[in-house]
């Protein structure tokens, strides 16, 4: 396949602060060809069209990037709840080799994209998850480990906390990657957030050349133990979402 510009996510990146060399640029443009390779035969996203690949999910994911350098947190440990193709968990990785990286997803298939990705991409410390949050949360080798949670289109904010939060260390953090009129759902989420130890931090609104829709970081610091009945078994965090 003839080579695919990613001068797009390079410009991109750097009105973010973050410089591409040209080995993370070709880690980028073999994401891309795999992505595109593998969803013709498993569905993994909608959006296929280079330029979008490099605006909606590379440089999507890549907003995050500040926000953890802001935390210091070299070497620190990141789990990526409900990754789907690796978003935003792979181009985090990338840019930020010191992470240890977990991605979780409860897809066999999706988990099986991620694994023989970040092989051929030759990341180290990282592995994948191939589980739901519910159960995962529940061990005691992830729960309360991580230092960093983040997480992107899976859940509303409710939801997302009781799926979040039960992993995250006091003192830690979750972010959570949000678009739209996101008000009645973090309204929706007080209590809940509250009920599993956390506190909402704050929003940050994010801006990316060529997108209109509205994209919000939302930080949810965890600030005592989260009660170990949560979170409940699989399913019911959505059936039943904690108000
Ligand atoms: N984060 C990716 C992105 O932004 O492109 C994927 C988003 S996709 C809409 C949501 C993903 O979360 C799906 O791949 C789904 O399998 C996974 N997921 C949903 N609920 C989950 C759970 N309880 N535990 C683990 N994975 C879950």
Redesign the pocket.
């Known amino acids: 396949m003839a080579d695919i510009s990613m001068n797009r996510l390079a410009e991109g990146a750097a009105k973010l602060g973050v410089t591409l060399d040209s080995s993370k640029l070709e880690q980028f443009s073999i994401y891309y060809r795999d992505l595109v390779d593998w969803n013709s035969r498993i569905n993994l ?1 909608a959006i296929t069209d280079s330029e979008e690949v490099q605006v909606k ?1 590379f440089l999507d994911s890549l907003t995050l990037v500040s926000p953890i350098n802001a935390k210091q947190c070299h070497g620190c440990r990141i789990i ?6 690796g ?2 968990g792979i181009p985090l990785k990338i840019v930020l080799p010191d992470i240890n990286m977990t991605l ?4 066999t298939k ?1 988990a099986l994209f991620i694994k023989q990705l970040f092989e051929k991409l030759k990341l180290k410390d990282i592995e994948v998850l191939n ?4 159960e995962a949360a529940q061990k005691p080798q992830y729960r309360e480990k991580f230092d960093i949670v983040v ?5 509303e904010l409710a939801v997302l906390s009781e ?1 979040t939060l039960p992993f995250c260390a006091i003192g830690g953090f979750v972010i959570a990657q949000k678009k739209g009129d996101i008000r009645v759902e973090m309204e929706q989420s007080v209590k809940a957030i509250e009920m599993l130890g956390g506190k909402l931090s704050i929003i940050e609104k994010v801006r990316l050349d060529g997108l209109e829709d509205e994209r919000y970081l939302v930080f949810i610091e965890k600030i005592s133990s989260t009660p170990q009945k949560y979170p409940r078994r ?1 399913g019911m965090p959505e059936k039943r979402p904690l108000k």
């Open positions: 996203t999910h990526d709840v409900g990754s789907g193709a978003f935003p979780l997803e409860a897809t999706k589980a739901r949050a519910e997480s992107r289109a899976v859940a799926l699989p």
